[in-house]
Each structure stands twice: as C-alpha cells, then as structure tokens.
C-alpha cells in the first residue's frame, strides 16, 4: 500500500522514533537522475540547542576572541587540507573554487566581525556569540523569496558550524570517507567539504531537507553522477541510520520504508532507466534531423552557471541557447566587474565553439533581485522594472555587461539576447546603447565583436502581436514560454495556487508561438524557443510541426528530444500540428499529442516520468 504524507515528523528532538507507515513517499526536487536503494546513513546536523551560553567578564573578553579566532584558523588549515585532496583528476576537480568560497566566507564580515563583535560587547563566550550570529544570518536570508541567496547563506552557514564544532571540541568532520557500501546519505544539508570527501563508489543516493536546482548538492551531485533529491523539507527528522530508502532521483520522490515489492518493483525501474538513458546518450551526438529527412532542428542548451558548460556539451548540445547571466550578480553585495563578466561570458564562447553562445542580458527583477542595485519594492513585480526595463533604466550597469558581452563575443560565435521586450522603443534604445558602447570600445583600442547578432525574448503578448514590427529590427527571436504563459494566460509562474491553469499545450500558447514563427519566417529571420516548453517530449512534435528553427532545454533533456526528432516524419508532424489546431482544449491537444506518441513507440519517451 502506498500513503503520501506531509509534514509528519518521525522524530522531533529527544523524541522517541516513531513507526513509519511502510512505502511512505515524499516529494522534493529531483536534480540528479538515477535511483538508489539502499540504507540510510544519517548525517547529524549540530544543534545549536546544545551551545554553552556564558556570559564573560571584561577581562576573559581578549582570551575569548583569541580563543575563536584560532578556532577559525582551524578551519581554514582544515578546509586547505580538503581542498588538497580535490586534485585535478578528482571527478569535483572543476568544483574545487567552491571550498575557496568557504574559505573566504570563514572571515565574511557578517560571520566573522559579527562574532567577535558579540563576544567584545554583548560579552557572550564564542560558541554563544557564532551560533547567535549564525541563526541571524539564516533568517534574514530566509525572509527574501529568492533561491540563489538562500544557497549562499546556507554557505556561510556550512562555515559558521565547522567553526562551531571545533570551539564545541567535536569533531568538524562528518565521516564522509567511513561510509559503509550501498548508502544513502540523509542529511539537512550537505556541505561542499563533505562531497569532496565522500566515497562516490559507497553512495548510491543523497537526500537533503533544503537545497534547490543551483544548491551546491545539486551540482555536486551531478558531476559525481550520484542520484539526488534535494528541498525534501523534512527527511532527516524522519529516518534513522539503517532504514531503507529508495531515492528516485528522475521524479525527485523518496520512499521510506519500502516493501519488498515495492523495492523489487524500483529495481527494476533503475535497471530499465540505467539502460535507458545511457541507450539515449549516443542520440546526443547526433543531428536532430526528422525521419524524412524532412526538418533539421538545431538543439541548444540553457544554463545559469558557467559551470554547467561541461554537462551541456556532454549531452550533446549545438550550442548554448540561453545564458541566464543574472546570477553572475546574485548573491552579493557588489556588481561583478566588466572583467569578472568577461570572464564568464569567454569561458562559455570558449567551451562551445563553434557553436553558437546566446548571452541574455541581465534578467533581474521579478523574482530575482540584487542586493547590489537598489531597486524599488514593488506591488507586481512580474510586471515592474524588470530585465530591458530595467537595464534601460541603469544605463552605466547595463553597458558594463555590453562591454563584457562585445569582447567576449570576439573569441567565437557569440549572440547577445534582449529579455522581455515589449515594445520597438525598447530595441531602439537598446541598439542606440550598442552602439555606443562598440564605438567605445573601438576608441580605447579594446577587441571586440563589432557585429554580434542581436536577438530578443519574446514572452510578453505584446511582442508577439508586433512580431513582424520586431522581426525586421533583429537577427532571430527566441520564444520564453515560460514568462509569455503567465503573461498570455494570467498566471504567475510563481503561485502555486494557480499552477494547475498553466499548460503549454493550451490553444492560446500554440496560436501565440504560431504567430511568431510566421513573422520570423516572413522576414528571414530564425525562430528559437528557450522557455521549459521546448525540453518535455509531449511538445516536441507539435514544435517540429510549427518550423521553430531551434529548440533550447536543460541539458538533460537533450538526448532524448533528439531521439524523439530522429524518430518522427516531418509530414506527420505537419498533420499533428494541423489537427492540433482544430481542438478546442489543452486537454485534447494533451490527448492527441499523447496517443500520437504512444501509437508509434509504446513505452518510450515517457519512461522516466513514469
Ligand atoms: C522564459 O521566460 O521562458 C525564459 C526562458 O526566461 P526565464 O525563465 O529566465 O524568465
Ligand atoms: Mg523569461
């Protein structure tokens, strides 16, 4: 039998265990695909319920503060030693700058001068003053509704309790390295030092309370190719060193306590999914080109991070298709300089050629917001000073990233993309700005590209409806589905109350995207779509159907958009898309789309959301 439970704990502090009914199944994010099955290995997370609380005399004041500030030398010795044995051969070799961030942080002005101000004047002894400090920092991190700097301060966090551990005289390290065979590690959190040390061949699986897609499980995770869910909320209180766990790292469901059926069952799922995608690795190398012969479809992936180049290339994408280049600037106080961008962006170029690199200038607003820019509190801010608007508005800021984007732009095949365009005075603007930055550029000497290819997103309805009025102004338009679906459809991407109304197949989206293609197709200019939309296989044909140019997607996605093109005519496409144009609802579309695809490969396609 099969419950689903909330947010029922097993144990609650000091508690005694309680029974968990068996195949209990929670929900997280899967963000490393793959299943284990094995035992629990419970990584203790340090209560700071068990820090000795004194208060000092002026005169143990000057001791105290040495007192921590050796502890955090310590640290620091100890997380050099860590980063030592990240050689580069070690599969987190490319992830070692993560500790180097950890080292950093052991001394970050909120963390390290925030304790020992408490120490020196509210006269708390060390291990009071940094968990005090530490419990501050994580709420107010906790109250800003953005992922990305919940991360980072879960990274000072990290610090602040290796810190903790060695005034408390407790070992600082989690037995990463002594984890028996077939485990399943469990913890709250996991820090980059203890992936460093973990022996990949004994962890079948990690399952974390918190952490979301860029949390450093995630990418940790990834490159270690160890499955991973991670934003569980409340796994470690509920399981116990020993219990057996399935960890679905494709569906991001974890199941305690399993029955022998049930394991028999995942088993078998893990050896047909194991076969599965390592079968749909080898469509990765080759083109996207239908059937017939009919279509070539270029596939492109979408990162954030540089460090998301390798798994990109590894699945075989033709390029990247959108940069997401704001979270070079969240999470921080200061802006990144034009150097630092540059950087990144020659980084990426670099990596892909010859393929083409398609740079988003800075998307911030919305959801994401910087501390570095002081952007006003807004009552919608979906619909505020966002992106171009924004950019337009912070002319030096924004012609910083032109400058970092046009130089980077000269070492390979590099395009720039314009986000939420809504109108022509918005392009204009922009352009008269590219201008002056490349006759900058040219004026100090500096390299630059003179003619990189400008593109825009369109995800606002109004760009659509002037889709031939921006069309002649650009050299490709590329559709965000996921902004142009909450606009077109008034549903912000970001309630989970009205989640359920927000369908890509919906005839609304379908006449939008249709729209776009025929402007793109009337003035020469390519159609790409980047949006979620373009990397789940129930789309795919009626895409291939609608002529959009390329398709943009996660990188895991890849592989399998490309069998599903190879696999599919051209002229069924046509038909599909014909046909899908005559229902009425999302709901049939979804019904034809699916029978279409289940009629010609049983079994396939939809194998790992099953
Ligand atoms: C989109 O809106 O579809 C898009 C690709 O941009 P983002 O998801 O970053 O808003
Ligand atoms: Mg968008």
């Not at 979620?532 to 795919?540: Q, R």
Request: with cysteine; hydrophobic share 40%.
């Amino acid at each position: 039998m099969i419950q689903t439970i909330g947010d029922k704990n097993r144990s609650t502090h000091g508690a005694s265990p309680m029974m968990i009914p068996e195949n209990t199944m929670i929900k997280g994010v899967g963000v490393s695909v793959g299943i284990g099955i094995g035992q629990v290995v419970l990584l203790e997370r340090l209560s700071t319920d068990i820090c000795p609380c004194r208060i000092l005399t002026t005169a143990e004041v000057p001791a105290e503060i040495a007192r921590f500030e050796e502890a955090v030398d310590s640290a620091e010795k100890r997380l050099n030693a860590i980063k030592g044995q990240i050689d580069g051969n070690h599969p987190l070799g490319d992830h070692s700058y993560i500790l180097d961030t950890h080292i950093l942080l052991l001394r970050d002005k909120m963390l390290y001068e925030g304790t020992k101000r408490a120490i020196e004047q509210g006269k708390q002894n060390a291990e009071w003053a940094i968990s005090e400090v530490m419990t501050k920092i994580t709420s107010a991190f906790d109250s800003i509704d953005d992922e990305y700097l919940k991360e980072r301060a879960r990274d000072v966090h990290f610090v602040g309790e290796r810190v903790l551990r060695i005034l408390l005289g407790v070992s600082s390290e989690r037995k990463m390295h002594q984890l028996p065979p077939n485990s399943i590690l469990v913890a709250h959190d996991l820090s980059p030092a203890d992936a460093a040390q973990l022996k990949k061949e004994h962890v079948l699986a990690i399952a974390t309370d918190v952490g979301g897609r860029t949390s450093h499980t995630a990418i940790m995770s990834r490159s270690l190719k160890i499955p991973a869910v991670t934003g569980l909320e409340k796994i470690s209180p509920m399981v116990q060193t020993g219990d057996t766990i399935i960890v679905d790292g494709s569906t991001g469901l974890v199941i305690l306590n399993p029955d022998a059926e049930m394991i028999f069952r995942y088993r078998q799922r893990s050896d047909v999914l194991r076969n599965y995608h390592q079968s749909l690795l080898a469509f990765g190398r080759l083109p996207a080109v239908t059937r017939d012969g009919g279509r070539k479809i270029q596939i492109l992936a979408n990162i954030e991070l540089v460090d998301e180049i390798e798994i990109a290339v590894a699945h075989g994408c033709e390029g990247i298709g959108l940069f997401r280049t704001e979270y070079l600037f969240l999470g921080r106080e200061d802006l990144p300089s034009e150097e630092e961008q540059f950087e990144a962006y020659r980084a990426v170029v670099d990596r892909n050629k010859p393929y083409p690199v398609t740079i988003r200038t800075l998307d911030i607003g919305g959801d994401k917001i910087a501390s570095s820019l002081k952007m006003p509190s807004e009552t919608n801010p979906a619909m505020g000073l966002r992106a171009i608007r924004l950019c337009l508005n912070l002319k030096s800021v924004f012609k910083t990233q032109l400058r970092a984007i046009l130089r980077a732009a000269h070492y390979g095949n590099c395009r720039m993309l314009i986000p939420m365009i809504s109108c022509i005075t918005e392009i204009h603007s922009t352009k008269k700005i590219l201008e002056e930055v490349k006759s900058e550029l040219a004026s100090e000497g500096v390299e630059h590209c003179d003619s990189i290819k400008l593109g825009i997103l369109v995800e606002v309805p109004s760009a659509v409806a002037i889709a031939d009025l921006l069309a002649r102004e650009v050299d490709f338009l590329s559709i965000g589905t996921n902004d142009l679906i909450q606009y077109a459809l008034a549903i912000d991407r970001l309630n989970e109350h009205v989640n359920y109304l927000y369908d890509t197949l919906h005839p609304a989206v379908l006449r939008l995207i249709r729209q776009v293609v025929n402007a793109g197709q009337a003035f020469g200019v390519s159609v790409a779509m980047c949006g979620e939309m373009a990397g789940d296989p129930v789309n795919v044909p009626i895409l291939v159907g609608l002529g959009l140019d390329e398709l943009s997607m996660n990188a895991l996605s890849i592989p399998l958009v490309k069998k599903l093109i190879r696999s599919i005519s051209y002229d069924d496409c046509l038909d599909l898309t014909h046909q899908a144009f005559q229902m009425q609802s999302a709901q049939e579309i979804h019904e034809l789309i699916e029978k279409w695809i289940f009629d010609r490969f049983p079994g396939d396609f939809f194998l790992s959301q099953q």
